[in-house]
């Protein structure tokens, strides 16, 4: 089946460093979306790509698909302890309405 | 607008008793999804709806899990009997789904411990 893979499962970051995760799927995907989850909470949209290679900025936030939509990157400049928590990708086969989600990145920030 | 609403937030339970976990989808969505959440597994998709029909439960663990939607404005997933390894937290989550892309908007959750 479609599986979504997200590399590393964990980040400890220093605060106001950049850091990148990771997002790739075995098949061609015909979107991705990113959510976050904060400690304790529910995970919440944060944005969706559908074209090849598209970038969007939200922010510090800056997410990337890959030209082939198999890959996808979120990378966030000059972390803030805000920025704690996990951030999971999530994709659609063509045609197939099912969400797969990855494992999830869990970001630590050290003040 | 209100969100997705789930309850109980909350519950513990002893094994082997019966657990309903109820769910408000956001209204005007046509989907609506159970999760489940456990830090081996992480997220797992359980079930989910569109237009009230089950459309894919094979995330569904076993015949002691079983979901409901008689209408579109509640969903029920109960375990009968619960097992201390159904300790999770499980989110109801809906949408709009049109085409492809369907974002997808999570409750916050029922912790669930089964002791």
């Known amino acids: 089946g479609q599986q979504v893979m997200q590399i590393p499962q964990y980040q400890h970051v220093q605060e106001g460093e950049d850091f990148t995760t990771y997002c790739n799927s075995s098949?061609?995907?015909?979107?991705i979306q990113w959510y976050k989850q904060r400690p304790g909470g529910h995970p919440v949209f944060l944005i969706q790509?559908?074209?090849?290679?598209e970038v969007k900025k939200q922010k510090r936030l800056t997410f990337q698909f890959g030209e082939a939509k198999k890959n996808s990157s979120l990378h966030i400049t000059a972390t803030q302890t805000t920025d704690v928590g996990t951030y999971f990708c999530?994709?659609?086969?063509?045609?197939?309405?099912?969400?797969?989600f990855g494992k999830g990145n869990q970001v630590v920030v050290i003040p | 607008d209100a969100g997705v609403i789930q309850s109980p937030r909350h519950e513990v339970t002893e094994m082997g008793q019966e657990v309903t976990l109820r769910c408000k989808p956001i209204?005007?969505?046509?989907?609506l999804f159970w999760y489940r959440q456990t830090m081996m597994r992480g997220l797992e998709l359980l079930i989910y709806?569109?237009?009230?029909?089950?459309?894919?439960d094979s995330g569904m663990p076993e015949d002691r899990f079983s979901a409901k939607m008689p209408n579109a404005s509640f969903s029920t997933l109960k375990i009968q009997p619960s097992e201390p390894r159904d300790s999770a937290v499980y989110f109801c989550?809906?949408?709009?789904?049109?085409?492809?892309?369907?974002?997808?908007?999570f409750g916050e959750g029922s912790w669930l411990t089964v002791v």
């Open positions: 989550a809906s949408s709009f789904l049109e085409g492809f892309g369907n974002t997808i908007y």
């Open positions: 098949t061609t995907l015909s979107n």
């Open positions: 790509l559908v074209k090849s290679g």
């Open positions: 999530a994709g659609n086969l063509y045609g197939n309405n099912r969400l797969a």
């Open positions: 209204s005007g969505h046509n989907s």
């Open positions: 709806f569109n237009n009230n029909v089950p459309i894919d």
